[in-house]
């Protein structure tokens, strides 16, 4: 926050190019703090705490290594966590990425977006400046009481007390039970942890309108035309054994709905058997894409311009490159090309 409203400030002023901004902060220590102080200005940053805590950690022999060499380690490390970031926007240099604020707020409200992370995207309001001050005042607090020990707080990993996560112990073993006994009311027990819980995501802050009129059960189409429409998510042999892959497939048709193959295609000894997928994948001609692969396809998914390698799609930015290329759909007889980004 600091970092962009002297940013911007310096912008307003025409001072921007004659001045750098450096950050020495105890807050930041993996790639994404970095990221985001240089994208919203920052020319270089100053770990001091990070570092600190590596020196202990040799001094104390819990790291058996040189202090200096896990310094260097550390760099290394930040540095290839910053070019994977940059690449997913096809950035090289960090020239190119230095206050170019590609990024959205959420939960933050404009006065702070408006002086800190001025022309942000912030479509959902939330933290002012007094909810800021208070998680800091907080945090000092608990720092300087000797008594307490330092709490990890189990922001990266569940930790009982903690962070509270959405995948946590007590969904886990309870969708392990509901899956185990079949019982309708075990069912209901993992239901209730999750649907019931407190605001922990952004759709926690939804509900479902109680005052619809429900519809008359005979306008409702019955089970075998909906599942029709029911696609299962493309995962690569690679992904998953030829057993899991060949499972799914068989699932989806028996039901009457459609399995995705994949990048990574199929065993052609699956066209013609309820193994097959009636979804393919074609991406850039890889993966033994033959006449034989193609009519055994319902739908055909074509990947053009693919922006990731495979298997790093979900970390793009929007999750899909559809925002980058637009989707073309037009039919051949039987089939239906997809001409996409989506990894």
Request: charged fraction near 25%; aromatic fraction near 6%.
């Amino acid at each position: 926050m600091a970092t962009g409203a002297v940013h911007h400030r310096l912008i307003n002023e025409g001072l921007r190019p004659d001045v750098n901004l450096i950050v020495e902060s105890g807050t930041v220590r993996d790639p994404h703090h970095f990221a985001v102080l240089f994208g919203f200005g920052a020319t270089a940053v100053y770990p001091y705490l990070a570092y600190r805590a590596l020196t202990d950690l040799c001094n104390t022999g819990e790291l058996p290594m040189d202090w200096l060499d896990s310094h260097e380690n550390y760099r290394k490390g930040i540095n290839k966590g910053l070019m994977k970031i940059m690449s997913k926007m096809g950035i090289s240099t960090i020239a190119s990425y230095r206050g170019a604020q590609l990024f959205e707020a959420v939960g933050v409200s404009s006065p702070v977006v408006d002086l800190c992370f001025t022309g942000v995207t912030s479509r959902i309001e939330g933290a002012d400046f007094t909810d800021f001050q208070k998680d800091q005042a907080e945090l000092a607090k608990d720092a300087w009481v000797a008594r307490k020990r330092i709490r990890q707080g189990g922001l990266l990993k569940y930790v009982h007390g903690g962070e509270y996560h959405a995948y946590n112990p007590d969904v886990i073993q309870s969708i392990h039970k509901a899956v185990r006994t079949g019982e309708g009311s075990d069912y209901q027990v993992y239901a209730d942890l999750v649907n019931k819980r407190g605001v922990a995501t952004i759709r926690d802050l939804m509900a479902l309108k109680s005052d619809a009129k429900a519809i008359d059960i005979s306008e409702v189409e019955p089970v075998e035309e909906i599942f029709k429409r029911f696609d299962s998510a493309a995962m690569s042999l690679g992904a998953l054994s030829p057993e899991a892959h060949e499972c799914l497939a068989m699932a989806m048709n028996e039901l009457g709905g459609r399995s995705n193959s994949g990048e990574g295609g199929e065993d052609p000894a699956r066209h013609g058997t309820n193994r097959r997928s009636k979804i393919k994948q074609v991406a850039s001609g890889r993966f033994g894409v033959t006449p034989e692969y193609l009519v055994n396809a319902e739908v055909m998914q074509i990947k053009v311009a693919q922006g990731a390698k495979p298997g790093e799609g979900g970390q793009l930015p929007g999750g899909k490159v559809n925002q980058l290329i637009a989707r073309l759909r037009y039919s051949v007889p039987g089939v239906t090309l997809i001409s996409s980004a989506t990894p």
